[in-house]
């Protein structure tokens, strides 16, 4: 639910499979699956996975979420989050991670491992995936792909 209120952008959180235009999944997501969410550039999924990345750190005092993303592209577009709320313990949960190259991904995914138990994140969240890793002969990717 956007709402827009004095030149601020502002989202009220929702459980999007009780919304009237989404449909939910036809299988349930299982723990410890991958997921890929994609779609065209501009259509929320960032916002979207800040989201789900909010309700995993609220929902579990023990979790942990690791976002890695393009600094130009979040800060280009910031995705629309809730205002403020007494989450802020919960939100010091999600660590943003910064990166540009694909192998800058592959070095971090490589040493997720020496992490010691209570550190290593639950969910991990690489956003713009196209932008990362693009097609063979597509240029250097960007646009879609959340």
Same mark, same amino acid.
Request: net charge negative; glycine share 12%.
């Given at each position: #639910?956007?709402?827009? +209120?004095? *030149? #601020?952008?502002?989202?009220?959180?929702?459980?999007?499979?009780?919304? %009237?235009?989404?449909?939910?999944?036809?299988?349930?997501?299982?723990? *410890?699956?991958?997921?890929?969410?994609?779609?065209?550039?501009?259509?929320? +999924?960032?916002?979207?996975?800040?989201?789900? %990345?909010?309700?995993?750190?609220?929902?579990?005092?023990?979790?942990?979420?690791?976002?890695?993303? @393009?600094?130009?592209?979040?800060?280009?577009?910031?995705? =629309?989050? &809730?205002?403020? /709320?007494?989450?802020?313990?919960?939100?010091?949960?999600?660590?943003?991670?910064?990166?540009?190259?694909?192998?800058?991904?592959? @070095?971090?995914?490589?040493? =997720?491992?020496?992490?010691?138990?209570?550190?290593?994140? /639950?969910?991990?969240?690489?956003?713009?995936? /196209?932008?990362?890793?693009?097609? &063979? *002969? /597509? *240029?250097?990717? $960007? $646009? $879609?792909? $959340?």
């Amino acid at each position: #639910m956007l709402a827009v +209120k004095r *030149g #601020m952008r502002s989202w009220e959180p929702a459980d999007f499979f009780e919304l %009237a235009n989404v449909d939910a999944p036809q299988e349930e997501i299982e723990h *410890g699956c991958h997921c890929l969410l994609y779609g065209p550039e501009g259509c929320g +999924k960032t916002t979207l996975l800040f989201q789900h %990345a909010l309700a995993v750190v609220r929902r579990d005092s023990d979790a942990r979420v690791l976002f890695i993303c @393009k600094r130009e592209a979040i800060e280009s577009c910031p995705p =629309l989050l &809730p205002q403020a /709320s007494g989450d802020g313990e919960a939100a010091t949960r999600i660590h943003m991670k910064y990166l540009s190259a694909d192998s800058e991904v592959c @070095k971090l995914a490589s040493l =997720l491992h020496l992490l010691p138990p209570g550190e290593q994140p /639950s969910l991990i969240i690489l956003d713009q995936f /196209s932008g990362f890793f693009p097609h &063979p *002969g /597509s *240029g250097s990717g $960007g $646009g $879609g792909g $959340g």
